[in-house]
Each structure stands twice: as structure tokens, then as C-alpha cells.
Nanobody
Framework: QVQLVESGGGLVQAGGSLRLSCAASGRTFTNYAMGWFRQAPGKEREFVAAITRSGDRTLYLDSLKGRVTISRDNAKNTVFLQMNSLKPEDTAVYYC?????????????????WGQGTQVTVSS
């Protein structure tokens, strides 16, 4: 089992940036593809970004392309989500997630492990 702990959320003004981090522990980090999802109040949890085990491929929610970047540091067992040009509609709890699967990385059902989430609030 892998444990995931997110950090880096907070309150930011529209147009600002945040970098979320997710520290993984418990199992070999490189066995897992990693993802970020988010859930706004009253809405379904939605896919944001994913990265393969080696980091050679990334996927993004189409509407976020160009504003977010997912990356990983396998030596530090950490995955990052850089978010730029933030908008009020980006306000949500952001969840880090991990899977041993290699396909369907944009699907919620793919993921076995979830962090507790970190709140991101973007003010207008």
C-alpha cells in the first residue's frame, strides 16, 4: 500500500500560481503512475493531470492544457502539479492519486490510492 500526502494548497488571487506537491511512501514509487484530480463543491471529482511511472508521458484535462504541468521526482518520491494563471473556477480540493495500471490514466476508477486532498481557493 502507498500513502500519499499533498501540500501546497492555499488562497491565491486570480492570475496567480501554485505548486502542489504529493509525497508518496510505503512502496516503490516507480511502480505507480500518478495523477491529480480535483473536486469543487457540489461537483463530481474530475481528472486534472497524470504522469506515467517513468515520467515519459503526461496527460491533461483539455481545458487545463497550457496552464498546468505535472512532473515527478522519482528520487524524492514526489509528484508535483504546477498551476499558472489560476481562475476562480479552479477552486477545489485537489487530490493526489496513484495506480499500478498503465492505461486509462484519466479515469477515476483506474486509481487505487488517494491522498486526503489539499484546498485551493482562487479569489477574483
Amino acid at each position: 500500500q502507498v500513502q500519499l500526502v499533498e501540500s501546497g494548497g492555499g488562497l491565491v488571487q486570480a492570475g496567480g500560481s501554485l505548486r502542489l506537491s504529493c509525497a508518496a511512501s510505503g512502496r516503490t514509487f516507480t511502480n505507480y503512475a500518478m495523477g491529480w484530480f480535483r473536486q469543487a463543491p457540489g461537483k463530481e471529482r474530475e481528472f486534472v493531470a497524470a504522469i506515467t511511472r517513468s515520467g515519459d508521458r503526461t496527460l491533461y484535462l483539455d481545458s487545463l492544457k497550457g496552464r498546468v504541468t505535472i512532473s515527478r521526482d522519482n528520487a524524492k518520491n514526489t509528484v508535483f502539479l504546477q498551476m499558472n494563471s489560476l481562475k476562480p473556477e479552479d477552486t477545489a480540493v485537489y487530490y493526489c492519486t496513484a495506480t499500478t495500471r498503465v492505461f486509462d490514466l484519466d479515469k477515476r476508477y483506474t486509481y487505487n490510492y488517494w491522498g486526503q486532498g489539499t484546498q485551493v481557493t482562487v479569489s477574483s
